[in-house]
């Protein structure tokens, strides 16, 4: 069924008659236009690859705390109490600086995506360093200061990527730039491994060890990299921020080196200059205006329900949740153990789902990943509640695969096809508001009365509010330029239309616009 569904046609759009664009045209095709094609299609995914390091660094910081913090609560000889208000407070921080960054990013995108990206990897530079004393302000503020970074990546990267990913690829690169995203929350995991081996519970063989400081160090060599990366054999800022800026020569050669077809760059250019009054957008007056309201109801309910289908509760207590369930002294290298293979199958998970994605479309993948999700949830409960404890273990696995296929990285792709720039930044404001809730909740709810599966009925309930929004509410996106988006909640729609066998909105959808 799902290879069935047939991609939307490309737009019909007609070509610039510029003599001089055109004369550039024909003499690339003469002198070697499919080395050029290929060289271009090689260097996007190495852009790709470049700006998602921001992601990288943001999901190694997710669960770095995860690895170290049993031994820095031992290493400071804090007790039951002081931990469980310290890991609440570092655990914060970062959701909290996040919110920051998110929705202040905002008021600096006119100096351009690329700009930004390296300034967020300066800052990181600079404060990163304080976490290597062992004293719990300095951890605090280092956190904070990681937040703002991980926030205002979460905005700029998939921006970017949507702006210089030709829209054939564009669920492809979107979904890369997740699995480098998960490749650094399994790093962080792996990091477990280097710690002093445990002679009892939280008690350690060497305190003098130093690995801790390197696990919260290693994000430095990832920001250097995208820096250097950027500021050398990456200094491409996208069409779309130079049209707005009043370049547009400088945008049309960005786009000829995205688009080397002959005609296909003044396609795209024309298709951009179309949509640009719609979606320039610098207050929040206009993003609530009833054409842009539906679309930021959309973004922002991608947002939240990314958070409030529980992933984050695994992430960040992952091995709390997995010696909780043992009894023994190893009990801490067993949760190590699983929580890196959580996050090798989360890498390989999303790493499929990118090249299935421009195939199946964003809201089936949306929708079947809750109905898994929400049915993965109850197994854990069940098993849970009978201590069949390697049954609740596979049932973790098999909700994070059906996550990481389709809430871990699909709404961070149509977030950025929905929404402009401002918009991006307050549904990115949503998400880390959730976060925070998230996790600062968490715990106190899995040592509340109702314990560690009345936690997860609350977000199995949560996955099937999850599938109503993403079944009935949410348009498919998969294969339409920004203005064919920008059509989907208009009365009439803008040509071209998409096949039949593909329903771009949905009847509650239409009623959005009310």
């Given at each position: 069924f799902f290879l069935m569904i047939r991609r939307p046609p490309r737009s019909t759009q007609s070509r610039s008659s510029a003599a001089s664009d055109v004369y550039k045209r024909q003499q690339r095709r003469v002198h070697g236009d499919n080395q050029t094609k290929s060289m271009e299609g090689l260097k996007i995914y190495w852009l790709t690859f470049i700006a998602s390091l921001g992601l990288f660094s943001f999901g190694y910081a997710l669960t770095e705390y995860n690895t170290i913090f049993s031994f820095l609560a031992a290493l400071n000889g804090w007790d039951t109490a002081e931990r469980k208000r310290n890991e609440a407070i570092v655990n914060g921080a970062l959701p909290f600086g996040a919110l920051l960054g998110s929705y202040g990013l905002s008021?600096?995108?006119?100096?351009?995506?690329?700009?930004?990206?390296?300034?967020?990897?300066?800052?990181?530079?600079?404060?990163?360093?304080?976490?290597?004393?062992?004293?719990?302000?300095?951890?605090?503020?280092?956190?904070?200061?990681?937040?703002?970074?991980?926030?205002?990546?979460?905005?700029?990267?998939?921006?970017?990527?949507?702006?210089?990913?030709?829209?054939?690829?564009?669920?492809?690169?979107?979904?890369?730039?997740?699995?480098?995203?998960?490749?650094?929350?399994?790093?962080?995991?792996?990091?477990?491994?280097?710690?002093?081996?445990?002679?009892?519970?939280?008690?350690?063989?060497?305190?003098?060890?130093?690995?801790?400081?390197?696990?919260?160090?290693?994000?430095?060599?990832?920001?250097?990299?995208?820096?250097?990366?950027?500021?050398?054999?990456?200094?491409?800022?996208?069409?779309?921020?130079?049209?707005?800026?009043?370049?547009?020569?400088?945008?049309?050669?960005?786009?000829?080196?995205?688009?080397?077809?002959?005609?296909e760059a003044e396609q795209e250019l024309e298709a951009l200059e179309q949509a640009q009054g719609s979606r320039k957008l610098t207050t929040i007056a206009e993003l609530l205006s009833p054409r842009q309201r539906p679309f930021l109801f959309l973004g922002i309910g991608l947002a939240v329900f990314s958070q409030f289908t529980g992933v984050n509760v695994i992430t960040f207590y992952s091995n709390r949740l997995m010696k909780a369930q043992s009894s023994s002294l190893d009990a801490r290298s067993q949760a190590i153990v699983f929580t890196s293979l959580i996050g090798t199958l989360r890498c390989f998970v999303i790493f499929l789902s990118a090249f299935v994605i421009d195939?199946?479309?964003?809201?089936?993948?949306?929708?079947?990943?809750?109905?898994?999700?929400?049915?993965?949830?109850?197994?854990?409960?069940?098993?849970?509640?009978?201590?069949?404890?390697?049954?609740?273990?596979?049932?973790?696995l098999l909700y994070q695969s059906c996550f990481n296929f389709s809430w871990g990285g699909v709404p961070f792709l149509m977030i950025a096809e929905l929404l402009n720039d401002r918009g991006i930044s307050i549904a990115s404001l949503f998400s880390w508001i959730s976060t925070l809730t998230v996790v600062s909740t968490a715990p106190y709810i899995a040592e509340s009365s109702i314990g560690v599966n009345g936690l997860f009925g609350i977000y199995a309930t949560l996955c099937a509010v999850a599938f109503a929004f993403s079944q009935f509410l949410l348009p498919e996106t998969k294969g339409l330029s920004k203005t064919e988006i920008q059509a989907l909640f208009d009365k009439k729609p803008v040509e071209p239309a998409v096949d039949e066998g593909i329903q771009t909105t949905t009847p509650l959808g239409d009623k959005l616009l009310a």
């Open positions: 008021f600096f995108l006119k100096h351009g995506r690329r700009n930004l990206m390296i300034a967020t990897d300066i800052i990181l530079l600079i404060l990163c360093p304080l976490a290597y004393s062992p004293d719990i302000i300095f951890h605090i503020v280092s956190r904070f200061a990681i937040g703002i970074y991980s926030g205002a990546n979460c905005v700029l990267v998939p921006l970017y990527l949507s702006e210089v990913s030709p829209r054939t690829i564009r669920g492809k690169t979107g979904m890369l730039s997740i699995v480098l995203l998960n490749v650094g929350l399994l790093c962080s995991c792996c990091a477990g491994f280097l710690s002093p081996k445990e002679v009892a519970v939280d008690v350690y063989e060497n305190l003098d060890s130093n690995w801790w400081r390197y696990v919260v160090l290693f994000p430095m060599i990832a920001a250097l990299t995208r820096a250097l990366g950027l500021a050398t054999c990456f200094n491409f800022e996208t069409p779309t921020f130079l049209l707005r800026n009043g370049e547009r020569e400088r945008a049309l050669q960005n786009l000829e080196k995205i688009y080397p077809k002959p005609g195939r199946i479309g964003r809201r089936c993948l949306l929708s079947v990943g809750s109905i898994f999700m929400g049915f993965s949830l109850c197994l854990i409960i069940i098993f849970n509640a009978n201590q069949m404890i390697l049954l609740a273990r596979i049932a973790i």
